[in-house]
Antibody
Framework: EVQLMESGGDLVQPGGSLRLSCAASGFTFGIYWMQWVRQPPGKGLEWVSHINGVGTETTYADSVKGRFTISRDNAKNTVYLQMNSLRAEDTAVYYC?????????WGQGILVTVSS | DVVMTQSPLSLPVTLGQPASISCRSSQSLVHSNGNTYLNWYQQRPGQSPRRLIYKVSNRESGVPDRFSGSGSGTDFTLKISRVEAEDVGVYYCMQGTHWPPWTFGQGTKVEIK
């Protein structure tokens, strides 16, 4: 069974940093692209970032480019999202997701709140 | 960026009646490899999204056959043949042909009348 488990969400002040982790299990992690998608409270889904299977290709939404960094450790079956210079508008539930002709599996989500 | 436009944004439906959601893209979603990467997701209240349909019309394993997807090019439709109470939630289309970014529709909220 595919499982994706996010961790690391917290309340952080504007300008602060946070690192999200996503532990994957139930599939051969290293052959799949992984994605991060976020959902502000009461709003729709927004794609954030992707990374290929070996970690050599990454892309970002314009809204987070230069502030967020995606990475992965295939030995630990884990994908990360390093978030710096956080803003109030980054407040959202962040989902880790597996890409297989588009996203097929989603984690349960983790809340990040940016507020003073 | 490809803009995905869903309609309606709110869909009150009577139990047992059909429902239909439209998703239009600002450019054709046909990839150079011939595939069309248009997926549909269901997000029940308080839950993570779940993929229902991939590549326009392929139903995920375990998804009831009352859900179906159709369309081509820039116009796509998700249909529920007979709405059940468990179908309440928000439905999103998402394109994965022209990336980055992957883009979602605004969501359609399905509720029971």
């Amino acid at each position: 069974e595919v499982q994706l488990m996010e961790s690391g969400g917290d309340l952080v002040q504007p300008g602060g940093s946070l690192r999200l982790s996503c532990a994957a299990s139930g599939f051969t992690f290293g052959i799949y692209w992984m994605q991060w998608v976020r959902q502000p409270p009461g709003k729709g889904l927004e794609w954030v970032s992707h990374i290929n299977g070996v970690g050599t290709e990454t892309t970002y939404a314009d809204s987070v480019k230069g502030r967020f960094t995606i990475s992965r450790d295939n030995a630990k079956n884990t994908v990360y999202l390093q978030m710096n210079s956080l803003r109030a508008e980054d407040t959202a539930v962040y989902y880790c997701a597996r890409d297989n002709s588009g996203i097929d599996y989603w984690g349960q989500g983790i809340l990040v709140t940016v507020s003073s | 960026d490809v803009v995905m436009t869903q309609s309606p944004l709110s869909l009150p439906v009577t139990l047992g009646q059909p429902a239909s959601i439209s998703c239009r893209s600002s450019q054709s979603l046909v990839h150079s490899n011939g595939n069309t990467y248009l997926n549909w997701y269901q997000q029940r209240p308080g839950q993570s999204p779940r993929r229902l349909i991939y590549k326009v019309s392929n139903r995920e394993s375990g998804v009831p056959d009352r859900f179906s997807g159709s369309g081509s090019g820039t116009d796509f439709t998700l249909k529920i043949s007979r709405v059940e109470a468990e179908d309440v939630g928000v439905y999103y289309c998402m394109q994965g042909t022209h990336w980055p970014p992957w883009t979602f529709g605004q969501g359609t909220k399905v509720e029971i009348k």
